[in-house]
């Protein structure tokens, strides 16, 4: 999987920014990043606020990584290897978790999975007994935003 570079237009429209230079991971939070990319045109943006953050000492809890994660897209492949009572628990669970128009986005590879979201859709197969090898139909590299579920 090829790495990506990080542009200005990959930076999500809600996004905080961060503006504390003197932050110790200020190199390599996608926030210090985003508003160290902005085009000098922008004229406004959302910062977290500087003063908030004095109280902050050890770990900053808006902090986020510049390292990439791999995400996954779809398991169309994994349900073929599913019996018909393992497939109506997990797709039940599925739904149960998000909504019906969410698990078909998912399955089908619409909306990607984060690193998390993957983990408990391979919790949700093992607790229907699934034991082969569990793989999503595809998988890439990008940067995490934060949660979006």
Known sequence: MNKKELTFSDIPNNFLWCTNRQCPKAGTCLRQLAEKLSPEERISCT??????LDKFKEECPYFRTNKQVKYAKGFL?????LT???TRFFINRIISNSSRRTYYRVRNGERVLSP???QSIINILKECGATFSIEFDSYFEDYY?????
Do not use: C, F, R, S
Request: no cysteine; glycine share 10%; charged share 25%.
């Open 116 to 118: 998390a979201e993957q």
């Open 84 to 86: 018909a009572k393992q």
């Open 47 to 52: 910062t977290i606020n500087p003063k908030h």
């Open 77 to 81: 492949g994994i349900m073929e290897n």
């Open 145 to 149: 935003w934060g949660d979006t579920l």
